[in-house]
């Protein structure tokens, strides 16, 4: 394993479009737990983890926060217990670049890990479905931490402890919303936007990403960034 660098990856629309089976896990664990029918659409998302979504919509729906907490963790497990009952139902796609991006990393053997909000079962769920879940050999996942900066963190950790990595101005944090943006400078990663979300290259350069792009089509213009140092 090639430890100079670590390559760090959101999920939902830097990786893949999202997937449907996440959006019904949701909804399910909103009403079987707290009898709650709500979604996850009463709110802009972008870039928030999990627990943060579950807390923020049902004090929406009038829920207060201790009531909601109390029950958290076993929100969290009717999720992933909806999420792998619908999971082979809808389609997840795949964005362009990503293969290609991840397949030269690959031949270089650098360390790759995700960064996400998504609850992990869910995470590594979406990623196998599409045959992606084998280049990720750390992380820091929405079940681990409410507060994204937190999960940066922990995915460096694990690199550190499981891999010997050494961080000296040589991680990069891939993201598709300010959310991330931020997480990775709080955490001190160099940070690249892609515009393959909501928001546009300009919020994203405005949030403070040293590199943004349109998408990861260009696979070259990429790692020209990433062979800088």
Known sequence: MNTNKLFLFDIDKTLIEGSRSHRIAFSEAFKKVYGADTTIDVINHAGMTDQQIIIEILKKNGLREEVIKSKLRRCMEVMVECFEKNIEDGEIIVLDGVQELLGELNKHNFLMGLVTG????????????????????????????????????????????????????????????????????????????????????????????????????????????????
């Open 118 to 229: 998504n609850l992990e079962q869910i995470a590594r769920g979406k990623l196998m479905k599409v045959n992606l879940n084998h280049y990720f050999k750390v992380g820091g996942f929405g079940s681990e931490d409410i507060n994204r900066t937190n999960l940066v963190k922990l995915a460096v950790k694990k690199a550190k402890e499981n891999f010997g990595f050494e961080p000296d101005d040589n991680i990069f944090l891939f993201g598709d919303t300010p959310l991330d943006i931020n997480a990775g400078k709080e955490a001190g990663v160099k940070t690249v936007g892609v515009a393959t979300g909501i928001y546009s290259i300009k919020q994203l350069k405005n949030a403070g990403a040293d590199f943004v792009f349109e998408n990861l089509k260009d696979t070259d213009k990429v790692l020209k960034i990433i062979f800088q140092k």
